[in-house]
C-alpha cells in the first residue's frame, strides 16, 4: 500500500480552531440569508478535528490527487465547512463576508468552485455514495487516502444513504469513515429514531465497525477519528444543536437564523463566555 | 434475428476491448446479468456490484470519475435515468464528469414486462441537462462503435439500448462519430429523422415502400440525440417539404422535440413527430408489436407521410 504525501495536519488548538469556526459562523449569519446555523455549531468540533489533526489535506495545493477525501453530505452545513477552510488558508477569511451575496462563490452549499471542497452537495443522502466512489478508487491504487463523509441524523430519513451504507458493508471497503452529527433536531422538531444508540446500530447492522462518541469533546473525537480503517467504519458523534449559543442550543428552530446585529453580540457573548 | 448479438452483447465486446486497453475505466454493475459473469471475471479490480441500488451506484460513479477514473455504469434505462436522476443532475453531469451510463431495456423494448418497464421519458429528462450526451444506437455495430469513441470522448453520456437482439444496419467496418448523424437512405421529399434500433429499421421500411410509390424519402440515423446534429438537421429541413421524427421515446421531449425545436429557429419546415404519445393499450406486447399500436410501424409512418404530402 502506498502512502499519501501529505501528514496529518498537527494543529496545537482544536479548540480554539472550533471557537474560530463558530465565531464565523455566526458572522456569517448576519448576512443577507442568513445561515444554516444549528447544525454548523452542532459539527463545529468534529470539522476542528477533522481539519486540525486528522484529513491529510493541503491549502496550498488543494487538489493534490493523494489527499484525503471529505464530504460534507449535510451540505446545508456549509458555513461550517466555508469556516474551517478559511481558518485553515484554503482561501482568504476576508471571503467569508461575501456568504450568500450576490456574486460570492459562498452558496447556501457547497460548491464545485471552491478549494477545499471535494464534492460539491446540499441534496440530502448524496454524500456517502459518493464518498464510496471515492474509497474504491483509493482501494484499487493501492494507497492509504481515507475518505470521511459527514452525515446529519435527519438526513438518515434519505433511504440513499442505507442504499449506500449497506453496499459499502457488503463490498467491506477500507479507508471509509462516516460520521453522524447525531443533533437529534431538524426543521420540525425531533428525529424520530435520532437517538445516538439507535442510530449507530443501523451502522452496525450494515457491516459497519461503529462507535459512539461525544462530539464536542476533543480528547474523545480525535482518536475516534484517526485512521488507519480496514473496513467502513461509522462514528456516531452525540452533539447539541447550536452548540456554544446558550439562546441557540437544543432549539429546532435555530436551524437556519438571521443574526440581527442585537442577536450576532449577544450570541458572540455567550460563545466567549462559555469558552 | 435470435442468431444476430443484442446491443448489449455488443457493448460487452466493445467495453471488455477498452478495459483491455484503458487502465481507468470501470464495470459498475447494479444486480443486471451479463456483467459479473464477463467483465467481472475479466478486471476483478475494477468491477464492482453496488446490488440493486441504482442511485448508489451513480453517486459512486461520481466519485470514482471525480479522482480521474472512468466508470460504465450498468442499469436498466428507469432505474439508471429514472429512480436515479438526481445522482445523475448532480452526481455527474453538474461537475461534468467522464461517466458512461449504460442503460438496457429503453422505450418499449421490454416489451411483455408491462408499463413498469417501459422508459419513454428518459431523453427527455436527460436531454435538459447541459453536457449530458445522449446515445441510441440503432444496431449491435453502431453499439460498440460508439462505445469505443465513448473511450475518448469528454464529460458525461448516457448510452440508451433496447433489450433483444436486433437486425444489422451497419457493416462491421462502418465509422461513426458521436454528434454526426448518418443518411442510411437517399431522398429529398421527404427526409425521417429516426433514433433506436426499431424506429430506423421502421425509417427503412418505410423508405421502401415510399419509392415503390415515387416518393422520395431519405433516412437519417439520429444516433446521437444531444447534442443534436443541427448541421444535419437543417440540411434536411431545407431539402425536404416535410420532416418525420421516428422513436421508441414519448413524443415529448425526445428527438421530435429536438428537431422542432431545432427548426423552428433555423430552418423552419413542417414536422410530424411519430412516437409513444400515450402507453400502448391492449396488454402484453413485443418490442415491435406494442410500437405499432402507438403508430411505430412502417405501414402507419408511410400512411403519414403519403397524407402529410398530399394536403401539404
Redesign the interface.
Known amino acids: 500500500m502506498s502512502r499519501s504525501h501529505l501528514a496529518p495536519p498537527t494543529c496545537p488548538d482544536t479548540a480554539a480552531l472550533a471557537a474560530g469556526i463558530r465565531e464565523q459562523v455566526l458572522q456569517m449569519a448576519r448576512g443577507p440569508e442568513g445561515a444554516h446555523v444549528g447544525g454548523a455549531l452542532s459539527s463545529a468540533d468534529i470539522l476542528a478535528c477533522l481539519y486540525g489533526g486528522i484529513l491529510r489535506v493541503d491549502p496550498r495545493a488543494p487538489a493534490a ?1 493523494d489527499r484525503d477525501r471529505f464530504v460534507l453530505s449535510k451540505g446545508h452545513a456549509a458555513v461550517g465547512l466555508y469556516a474551517v477552510l478559511a481558518l485553515r488558508g484554503f482561501f482568504p477569511v476576508a471571503e467569508l463576508a461575501g456568504f450568500g451575496r450576490d456574486g460570492s462563490r459562498l452558496t447556501g452549499h457547497p460548491p ?1 468552485e471552491l478549494p477545499g471542497v ?3 452537495t ?2 440530502l443522502g ?1 454524500g ?11 482501494q ?1 491504487a493501492g494507497t492509504d487516502q481515507r475518505t470521511v463523509v459527514l452525515l446529519g441524523d435527519g438526513e438518515q430519513q434519505e433511504g ?1 444513504v442505507w ?2 451504507a ?2 459499502a458493508g ?2 467491506a471497503t477500507p479507508g471509509l469513515l462516516a460520521i453522524t452529527d447525531c443533533n437529534g433536531l431538524q426543521i420540525n422538531g425531533t428525529v424520530p429514531d435520532g437517538d445516538a444508540d439507535r442510530v449507530a446500530a443501523r451502522w452496525a447492522a450494515c457491516g459497519w465497525r461503529t462507535e459512539i462518541v461525544d462530539g464536542h469533546d476533543h480528547a474523545a473525537l480525535l482518536p475516534a477519528l484517526r485512521g488507519p480503517d480496514a473496513g467502513p467504519r461509522a462514528v456516531v458523534a452525540r452533539t447539541v444543536k447550536g452548540k456554544g449559543v446558550r439562546f441557540m442550543q437544543g432549539q429546532a428552530r435555530s436551524h437556519h437564523v438571521r443574526l440581527t446585529e442585537a442577536l450576532h453580540s449577544r450570541a458572540l457573548r455567550q460563545l466567549t463566555a462559555d469558552r | 434475428m435470435s442468431d444476430a448479438p443484442s446491443q448489449k452483447d455488443a457493448h460487452i465486446a466493445a467495453l471488455g476491448a477498452v478495459m483491455a486497453d484503458r487502465d481507468d475505466v470501470w464495470c459498475l454493475d447494479s444486480d443486471v446479468g451479463g456483467y459479473r459473469t464477463t467483465l467481472g471475471g475479466r478486471f476483478p ?2 468491477y ?1 456490484d ?2 440493486i ?1 441504482e ?15 472512468m ?1 460504465f455504469a450498468h442499469s436498466l434505462a428507469g432505474f439508471a435515468a429514472v429512480r436515479a436522476f ?2 445523475l443532475k ?2 455527474v453531469v ?2 461534468g464528469l467522464p461517466v458512461r451510463v449504460v442503460a438496457t431495456h429503453s422505450g418499449l423494448s421490454a416489451g411483455h414486462y408491462g408499463s413498469s418497464h417501459h422508459v419513454c421519458e428518459d431523453v427527455a429528462a436527460l436531454r435538459a441537462l447541459p453536457g449530458l450526451t445522449v446515445l441510441t444506437p440503432a444496431d449491435a455495430v453502431s453499439t460498440g462503435l460508439l462505445v469505443a469513441a465513448l473511450a475518448d470522448h469528454p464529460g458525461p453520456a448516457y448510452l440508451r439500448l433496447g433489450r433483444k437482439a436486433v437486425p444489422p444496419v451497419y457493416p462491421p467496418d462502418a465509422v461513426l462519430r458521436i454528434g454526426e448523424a448518418v443518411r442510411l437512405a437517399p431522398g429529398d421529399d421527404v427526409t425521417v429523422l429516426a433514433s433506436g434500433p426499431v424506429p430506423v429499421q421502421v425509417a427503412l421500411a418505410a423508405h421502401r415502400a415510399l419509392a415503390a410509390d415515387g416518393v422520395g424519402a431519405g433516412v437519417l440515423d439520429v444516433h446521437t440525440v444531444a447534442p443534436l446534429d443541427t448541421a444535419a438537421v437543417i440540411d434536411a429541413a431545407r431539402r425536404s417539404r416535410l420532416l418525420v421524427t421516428v422513436e421508441d421515446h414519448s413524443t415529448v421531449g425526445g428527438l421530435g422535440s429536438a428537431v422542432a425545436e431545432t427548426v423552428a429557429e433555423l430552418a423552419p419546415c413542417r414536422v410530424v413527430r411519430a412516437g409513444v404519445a400515450s402507453p400502448p393499450a391492449g396488454g402484453v406486447g413485443g418490442h415491435e408489436e406494442l410500437l405499432s399500436r402507438v403508430g411505430v410501424s412502417a405501414a402507419s409512418l408511410a400512411a403519414t407521410i403519403r397524407g402529410t404530402l398530399a394536403r401539404h
Do not use: K, N
Open positions: 490527487p464545485w471535494d464534492f460539491a446540499g441534496s448524496h456517502l455514495a459518493v464518498g464510496l466512489g471515492f474509497a474504491l478508487a483509493a484499487r440513499s442504499e449506500a449497506a453496499a457488503r463490498m | 479490480d475494477r464492482r453496488f446490488g441500488a442511485a448508489t451506484m451513480i453517486g459512486a460513479a461520481g466519485g470514482l470519475a471525480a479522482t480521474g477514473q466508470p438526481e445522482q448532480l452526481d453538474a461537475p
